[in-house]
Nanobody, 123 residues
Framework: HVQLVESGGASVLPGASLLLSCQAS????????WGWYRQAPGKERELVAT??????QYAGSVKGRFAVSENYFKLTLSLQMNNLKPEDTAVYYC??????????????????WGQGTQVTVSS
Protein backbone atom coordinates (compact mmCIF):
# COMPACT_ATOMS: atom_id res chain seq x y z
CA HIS A 1 0.00 0.00 0.00
CA VAL A 2 1.15 3.53 -0.76
CA GLN A 3 1.41 6.14 1.98
CA LEU A 4 2.03 9.89 1.92
CA VAL A 5 3.32 11.75 4.97
CA GLU A 6 3.52 15.53 5.10
CA SER A 7 5.79 17.61 7.32
CA GLY A 8 6.95 21.18 7.76
CA GLY A 9 3.80 22.97 8.87
CA ALA A 10 4.16 25.74 11.44
CA SER A 11 2.84 29.04 12.75
CA VAL A 12 4.59 32.00 11.11
CA LEU A 13 4.29 35.76 10.66
CA PRO A 14 3.02 37.32 7.43
CA GLY A 15 5.82 37.58 4.89
CA ALA A 16 7.63 34.51 6.20
CA SER A 17 8.60 31.41 4.25
CA LEU A 18 7.97 27.72 4.88
CA LEU A 19 9.02 24.51 3.18
CA LEU A 20 6.54 21.63 3.23
CA SER A 21 7.61 18.10 2.36
CA CYS A 22 5.63 15.03 1.34
CA GLN A 23 7.27 11.61 1.59
CA ALA A 24 5.88 8.71 -0.42
CA SER A 25 6.43 5.14 0.66
CA UNK A 26 5.19 1.68 -0.24
CA UNK A 27 5.14 -0.43 -3.34
CA UNK A 28 4.12 1.15 -6.63
CA UNK A 29 5.18 1.32 -10.26
CA UNK A 30 5.06 5.03 -10.92
CA UNK A 31 3.49 8.33 -9.92
CA UNK A 32 1.08 9.81 -12.45
CA UNK A 33 0.52 13.16 -10.76
CA TRP A 34 0.98 14.45 -7.24
CA GLY A 35 0.45 17.76 -5.62
CA TRP A 36 -0.57 19.95 -2.74
CA TYR A 37 -4.06 20.92 -1.67
CA ARG A 38 -5.26 22.99 1.26
CA GLN A 39 -8.39 23.40 3.32
CA ALA A 40 -9.10 26.45 5.40
CA PRO A 41 -11.69 26.40 8.22
CA GLY A 42 -15.19 26.52 6.81
CA LYS A 43 -13.98 26.23 3.21
CA GLU A 44 -13.70 23.46 0.66
CA ARG A 45 -10.40 21.79 -0.09
CA GLU A 46 -8.64 23.52 -3.00
CA LEU A 47 -5.74 22.78 -5.28
CA VAL A 48 -2.51 24.65 -4.55
CA ALA A 49 0.06 23.13 -6.90
CA THR A 50 0.61 19.92 -8.82
CA UNK A 51 3.51 18.17 -10.52
CA UNK A 52 2.82 15.89 -13.47
CA UNK A 53 5.67 14.32 -15.46
CA UNK A 54 7.93 17.12 -14.31
CA UNK A 55 5.52 19.92 -15.20
CA UNK A 56 4.27 22.12 -12.35
CA GLN A 57 0.96 23.92 -12.25
CA TYR A 58 -0.26 26.45 -9.69
CA ALA A 59 -3.43 28.01 -8.43
CA GLY A 60 -3.64 31.67 -9.32
CA SER A 61 -3.60 32.72 -5.66
CA VAL A 62 -0.12 31.25 -5.07
CA LYS A 63 1.54 31.71 -8.46
CA GLY A 64 4.79 33.60 -8.06
CA ARG A 65 4.96 32.93 -4.31
CA PHE A 66 4.93 29.11 -4.09
CA ALA A 67 7.13 26.62 -5.90
CA VAL A 68 6.55 22.86 -6.11
CA SER A 69 9.41 20.47 -6.78
CA GLU A 70 9.96 16.74 -6.71
CA ASN A 71 12.84 14.39 -6.05
CA TYR A 72 11.81 11.18 -7.77
CA PHE A 73 14.73 9.22 -6.36
CA LYS A 74 13.91 10.20 -2.77
CA LEU A 75 10.17 10.05 -3.51
CA THR A 76 9.57 13.48 -2.03
CA LEU A 77 7.40 16.35 -3.16
CA SER A 78 8.19 19.76 -1.71
CA LEU A 79 6.31 23.04 -1.58
CA GLN A 80 8.37 26.16 -1.00
CA MET A 81 6.04 28.88 0.24
CA ASN A 82 7.30 32.47 0.24
CA ASN A 83 5.71 35.75 1.26
CA LEU A 84 3.02 33.95 3.23
CA LYS A 85 -0.26 35.74 3.84
CA PRO A 86 -2.96 35.21 6.48
CA GLU A 87 -5.22 33.83 3.75
CA ASP A 88 -2.71 31.00 3.24
CA THR A 89 -3.71 29.63 6.66
CA ALA A 90 -5.01 26.10 6.16
CA VAL A 91 -4.28 22.43 6.57
CA TYR A 92 -2.08 21.44 3.64
CA TYR A 93 -2.49 17.97 2.16
CA CYS A 94 -0.37 15.99 -0.24
CA UNK A 95 -2.22 13.85 -2.79
CA UNK A 96 -0.80 11.41 -5.30
CA UNK A 97 -2.01 9.18 -8.12
CA UNK A 98 -0.08 5.91 -8.22
CA UNK A 99 0.08 2.94 -10.56
CA UNK A 100 0.72 -0.33 -8.79
CA UNK A 101 0.67 -4.06 -9.45
CA UNK A 102 -2.25 -5.83 -7.85
CA UNK A 103 -2.42 -9.33 -6.46
CA UNK A 104 -3.78 -10.36 -9.87
CA UNK A 105 -0.56 -9.08 -11.53
CA UNK A 106 -2.58 -6.41 -13.32
CA UNK A 107 -1.71 -2.71 -13.22
CA UNK A 108 -4.08 -0.63 -11.14
CA UNK A 109 -4.39 3.05 -10.29
CA UNK A 110 -5.12 4.56 -6.90
CA UNK A 111 -5.24 8.01 -5.35
CA UNK A 112 -3.78 8.54 -1.90
CA TRP A 113 -4.02 11.47 0.52
CA GLY A 114 -1.67 12.32 3.35
CA GLN A 115 -2.88 13.22 6.83
CA GLY A 116 -2.20 16.94 6.43
CA THR A 117 0.03 19.53 8.08
CA GLN A 118 -1.18 22.80 9.61
CA VAL A 119 0.10 26.14 8.34
CA THR A 120 -0.95 29.24 10.28
CA VAL A 121 -0.02 32.74 9.13
CA SER A 122 -0.84 35.39 11.69
CA SER A 123 0.59 38.49 13.27
Amino acid sequence: HVQLVESGGASVLPGASLLLSCQASGSFISIQTWGWYRQAPGKERELVATMSRGTPQYAGSVKGRFAVSENYFKLTLSLQMNNLKPEDTAVYYCKGGFYYTGDDSQTWFTEVWGQGTQVTVSS
